[in-house]
């Protein structure tokens, strides 16, 4: 676990999806009502021990959801993204965050994307650094990754640089689009965290705006 802001921590970890290394990060908040971790990699939960008392453990989509379970047994408040918790029966959730309302105090917004209803994509603003959490909105990957790894994002539109990919595209409600990602837009951020490629440490408003200025929002 290393910080890259006060209250904000993250553990990154290889990762394979479809046969290719995409790597993966788990974004840690310390927040006043204790510590968020949203998108929980292979780590025991003692890992955020250093970033203060483990309180809520956030399944961000409906994709990223495979290591919760450790976390929930440890004590954790578990929340879903809108349809997670009948995928996952077996996870005792607490909720699903369906809307703007969330247990997590003032110092995080979320917002629930209901563009891309292939991934239920909760977004997460931790205010008090200006840090916009992803998941899969976005990727950022460098030329570390493999080079079929490059590749294949490459012919996705998904590489180099932070972007959306073909399936974004394809699927999502691009009139809810713009509204959504227009919200996030205005949302005050200048760090953009993703769970796959590398932190924009500033620019983040509009590495993202970059990413989807085929919405033409921005």
Not at 12 to 32: D, K, N, Y
Not at 45 to 71: F, K, M, Q
Request: with cysteine; proline share 7%; hydrophobic share 45%.
């Amino acid at each position: 676990m290393r910080a890259i802001a006060p209250g904000v921590h993250v553990i990154e970890a290889p990762q394979r999806f479809l046969g290719l290394e995409m790597g993966a990060r788990t974004t840690v908040l310390s927040l006043e009502g204790g510590v968020l971790v949203h998108s929980p990699v292979a780590v025991p939960p003692e890992t955020v021990a250093p970033a203060g008392d483990l309180r809520w453990v956030v399944c961000p989509n409906l994709l990223h959801h495979l290591h919760a379970g450790p976390w929930i047994e440890a004590g954790a408040e578990g929340w879903a993204a809108p349809g997670l918790a009948a995928k996952r029966a077996d996870l005792a959730f607490a909720g699903e965050l369906e809307g703007t309302e969330h247990p997590f105090g003032d110092e995080v917004a979320i917002l629930p994307l209901r563009c891309f209803p292939f991934a239920n994509e909760v977004a997460v603003l931790h205010r008090p650094s200006r840090t916009l959490v992803l998941t899969d909105l976005v990727f950022n990957l460098s030329d570390r990754v493999p080079w079929i790894t490059r590749a294949a994002m490459a012919c996705a539109c998904g590489y180099p640089g932070c972007r959306s990919t073909l399936l974004e595209r394809a699927l999502m409600n691009r009139a809810l689009a713009r509204e959504e990602i227009g919200t996030l837009l205005g949302w005050d951020f200048d760090r953009l965290v993703m769970c796959h490629g590398e932190i924009v440490e500033t620019g983040g408003r509009e590495a993202l705006a970059g990413a989807y200025a085929w919405l033409g929002v921005g």
